[in-house]
């Protein structure tokens, strides 16, 4: 993963301000509100609102460990294979597709996959649980796992699934997208980065997707046991928000920094083609980020609390964007 510049520190947790001729108003005068001119505070829950999925943070780290069990998976592993077959036989249940294509990197050409998980909702539109698997290729030659980086998305990506299984969401469609190829070859671009994502972006901003993603929450090393969510200026504000209340609904508000961080990762190309985006990160992994992109990201820097706390608001957050 990801380039990152901090910005000076910003206070995020009030949200955003209230313009009076936005959603409330409108809503007031009984005129169809749009979608864009809505308002974090507008998706505050309503009493009717069906509670959130209950996920488990154990199930999740115990995911997140049985996959990294699998070794590195690097593009063209063996281990990478393994992992594709171990993600795609945990989601009975679920319409999947692989989105398989070949590309050139800055380190030659490889085979990708993209894989989704669509599970079916009530309402008209999609709702894109998102995070990469494959481990970063520079690092291929060594022990790295990246039990937090690509390992922990993947184990809470995968507990949901198990959950929706057996109980359909009653609001917009839900579909889990585990990217390939989010990791640098060489050293991290907006070139040589994110190959699964610009591929998928392209694919479905011409074949009418991207229209109807409402939002696109990307989950990236959030397994970290000293967990703390970044406020990223490359995320779609309004949906950012979203994200940030449903955390302080949930009690859950040391989790998110005050800081704000611009983020580069898989998020990104599906921004560029009209879809709001949040990306619910760490980027400070271990003293010093000491973990990060080392032999050092393994299970035991992870927990079950970080994952529950990930879990519950993205749940709450899914819950908030049903409202509209
Ligand atoms: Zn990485």
């Known amino acids: 993963m990801i380039l990152a510049v901090l ?3 910003t206070s995020l947790l009030a949200g955003s301000c209230r313009d009076t001729k936005m959603g409330g108003q409108a809503e007031a005068q009984n005129q169809p509100v749009k979608r864009s001119e809505l308002h974090a505070e507008d998706f505050d829950p309503k ?15 115990q995911n997140l460990k049985d996959f990294v069990a699998l070794g590195p998976r690097p593009l063209g592993s063996s281990g990478h294979a393994k992992a594709e077959q171990f993600i ?19 380190a030659g050409p490889f085979a990708m996959d993209n894989i989704i998980a669509k599970f079916p909702g009530r309402k008209d539109g999609i709702i894109v649980l998102a995070g ?4 970063n290729y520079p690092l291929r030659n060594t022990s790295f796992v990246g039990a937090n980086d690509g390992g922990s998305n993947v184990g809470l990506m995968l507990e949901i699934a198990s959950q929706l299984r057996n109980h359909p969401s009653e609001g917009y469609s839900i579909w889990l997208l585990f990217t390939d190829g ?14 699964g994502s610009k591929h998928l972006a392209k694919k479905w901003a011409q074949d009418g997707t991207a229209t109807k993603i409402k939002a696109f929450l990307l989950l990236d090393m959030i397994g970290d046991k000293d967990l703390h969510l970044e ?19 949930l009690g859950q508000q040391s989790h ?15 921004r560029e083609v009209g879809i709001p985006v949040a990306d619910i990160i760490d980027l400070d992994y271990g003293f010093d980020n000491l ?3 080392t032999t050092q990201d393994t299970p035991d820097k992870c927990s079950a609390e970080s994952l529950q706390v990930v879990a519950d608001v993205v749940m709450e957050t899914i819950r908030a964007l049903n409202t509209h």
């Open 132 to 135: 990469h698997y494959d481990t």
């Open 88 to 106: 795609v036989s945990h989601l009975d249940g679920a319409q999947i597709e692989q989105d398989r294509f070949n590309v050139q990197t800055a």
């Open 291 to 293: 973990y990060h992109h």
């Open 47 to 61: 009493p009717d609102t069906p509670p959130a999925l209950k996920i488990s943070g154990q199930r999740a780290y």
């Open 256 to 270: 998110f920094s005050t800081r704000s961080n611009t983020i580069s990762d898989d998020h990104i190309p599906f």
């Open 231 to 249: 406020h990223d200026t490359n995320s779609t504000p309004w949906l950012l928000d979203v994200v940030t209340r449903a955390g302080q609904r």
């Open 182 to 195: 989010e990791e640098a070859t060489v050293a991290w671009t907006d070139e040589d980065s994110v190959y």
């Open 7 to 9: 910005l000076a520190a």
